[in-house]
């Protein structure tokens, strides 16, 4: 069951008291080895890959999913399409939702599938940002595992499937790259609250650096470009449906900026991507590339959110034919990514 948690008015549930655990790590064994250890081995490490190399997300979603006991498989598994009042399950997003009851850190789990799931998020998460992402779950749900619930859709290894990883401020996907068209498997979600109403600098947020590559962007406009990438009114966070070729797109057309400002939404794109494994980041680029590239985006910063009056702003959107990311930092980090190659693809995000 999911552990107490303190009201949070904004993100719907709040945060829990426990702090996270210390999970052990555990390397491939060959051959004899595994047999003469099998009683001890962790599971996920018995996952078919060479020798001395690290099982991938993938490979371990397969080992978790054929641990699974009958019961496991009952609350955890559903088919591709499975639907419930929130629509197709597997591609809901939101701030702060649980795809199930069940946290990782339950004893629903043994201790080996935690171990499993633990090594699936560090594979899908950049190394040099797993202590960022402890962080920010330490900050805002008591650690990994102390409110996050998986879920797993399809049968992992065959033509479709996917595993799920929800929570406060957290919607993680690992697909094997069986979801048609998208990046990251569907839509995600990520944020931060440090201090839940934080001051204008976000101190302690992990966050807090996309926004300022963002703004350096601002700044290099000349006057006439502010005045079109400055919108008044800032959309819903998680109004992302995709607004296709012909839609209506506000702010700065990347199009028109000159080619410095160009290089400089390229770094934004990379801080933005910079988290995740190269796999997911080479996707969010080949969908960018499918619909035109960023020269088919644009830049929007929303001028009621701005957090201390200070013209650093702190919400704004990055936004294409097939793309959207959406960042929130007022009154603390929400960011909604929707990414595909093709305006038509059908997820469960709002618009």
């Given at each position: 069951?999911?552990?107490?948690?303190?009201?949070?008015?904004?993100?719907?549930?709040?945060?829990?008291?426990?702090?996270?655990?210390?999970?052990?790590?555990?390397?491939?064994?060959?051959?004899?080895?595994?047999?003469?250890?099998?009683?001890?081995?962790?599971?996920?490490?018995?996952?078919?890959?060479?020798?001395?190399?690290?099982?991938?997300?993938?490979?371990?979603?397969?080992?978790?999913?054929?641990?699974?006991?009958?019961?496991?498989?009952?609350?955890?598994?559903?088919?591709?399409?499975?639907?419930?009042?929130?629509?197709?399950?597997?591609?809901?997003?939101?701030?702060?939702?649980?795809?199930?009851?069940?946290?990782?850190?339950?004893?629903?789990?043994?201790?080996?599938?935690?171990?499993?799931?633990?090594?699936?998020?560090?594979?899908?998460?950049?190394?040099?940002?797993?202590?960022?992402?402890?962080?920010?779950?330490?900050?805002?749900?008591?650690?990994?595992?102390?409110?996050?619930?998986?879920?797993?859709?399809?049968?992992?290894?065959?033509?479709?499937?996917?595993?799920?990883?929800?929570?406060?401020?957290?919607?993680?996907?690992?697909?094997?790259?069986?979801?048609?068209?998208?990046?990251?498997?569907?839509?995600?979600?990520?944020?931060?609250?440090?201090?839940?109403?934080?001051?204008?600098?976000?101190?302690?947020?992990?966050?807090?650096?996309?926004?300022?590559?963002?703004?350096?962007?601002?700044?290099?406009?000349?006057?006439?470009?502010?005045?079109?990438?400055?919108?008044?009114?800032?959309?819903?966070?998680?109004d992302i449906a995709f607004e296709?070729?012909?839609?209506?797109?506000?702010?700065?057309?990347?199009?028109?900026?000159?080619?410095?400002?160009?290089?400089?939404?390229?770094?934004?794109?990379?801080?933005?991507?910079?988290?995740?494994?190269?796999?997911?980041?080479?996707?969010?680029?080949?969908?960018?590339?499918?619909?035109?590239?960023?020269?088919?985006?644009?830049?929007?910063?929303?001028?009621?959110?701005?957090?201390g009056n200070d013209q650093v702003?702190?919400?704004?959107?990055?936004?294409?034919?097939?793309?959207?990311?959406?960042?929130?930092?007022?009154?603390?980090?929400?960011?909604?990514?929707?990414?595909?190659?093709?305006?038509?693809?059908?997820?469960?995000?709002?618009?």
């Amino acid at each position: 069951m999911l552990h107490p948690q303190a009201s949070c008015p904004d993100c719907g549930e709040g945060r829990p008291a426990v702090h996270r655990r210390d999970f052990l790590k555990s390397a491939s064994v060959a051959g004899a080895a595994v047999a003469a250890s099998a009683a001890t081995t962790p599971l996920w490490a018995l996952a078919k890959e060479p020798a001395a190399k690290k099982p991938s997300p993938e490979s371990l979603v397969k080992t978790l999913y054929d641990g699974l006991s009958d019961e496991q498989r009952k609350t955890i598994c559903h088919d591709w399409d499975h639907t419930d009042a929130r629509g197709v399950l597997r591609t809901h997003v939101s701030n702060n939702w649980h795809i199930n009851k069940h946290a990782i850190n339950d004893k629903f789990y043994n201790d080996d599938q935690r171990q499993i799931i633990r090594a699936i998020f560090e594979g899908i998460i950049q190394p040099d940002w797993h202590s960022k992402i402890d962080k920010q779950l330490e900050d805002d749900a008591g650690g990994f595992g102390e409110s996050q619930n998986v879920a797993i859709f399809g049968k992992p290894g065959d033509d479709k499937w996917e595993l799920v990883m929800t929570g406060r401020h957290m919607t993680l996907r690992c697909d094997g790259n069986t979801t048609d068209h998208v990046a990251f498997g569907g839509p995600i979600f990520y944020g931060h609250a440090p201090d839940f109403n934080e001051t204008p600098n976000h101190p302690g947020n992990v966050f807090w650096e996309q926004a300022l590559a963002a703004n350096n962007v601002y700044q290099m406009l000349d006057g006439k470009q502010r005045k079109l990438a400055l919108v008044p009114k800032a959309p819903h966070e998680a109004d992302i449906a995709f607004e296709g070729k012909d839609g209506k797109l506000t702010g700065m057309p990347v199009s028109e900026m000159t080619k410095d400002q160009q290089a400089e939404i390229q770094k934004v794109l990379q801080k933005l991507i910079e988290p995740y494994r190269q796999t997911d980041r080479d996707e969010v680029v080949a969908c960018l590339k499918a619909q035109g590239g960023l020269e088919k985006c644009h830049l929007s910063f929303y001028a009621d959110k701005d957090l201390g009056n200070d013209q650093v702003w702190d919400v704004w959107r990055l936004e294409g034919p097939a793309f959207c990311w959406h960042y929130r930092g007022n009154p603390h980090v929400h960011v909604f990514v929707n990414v595909a190659d093709d305006p038509s693809v059908k997820t469960n995000a709002k618009g």
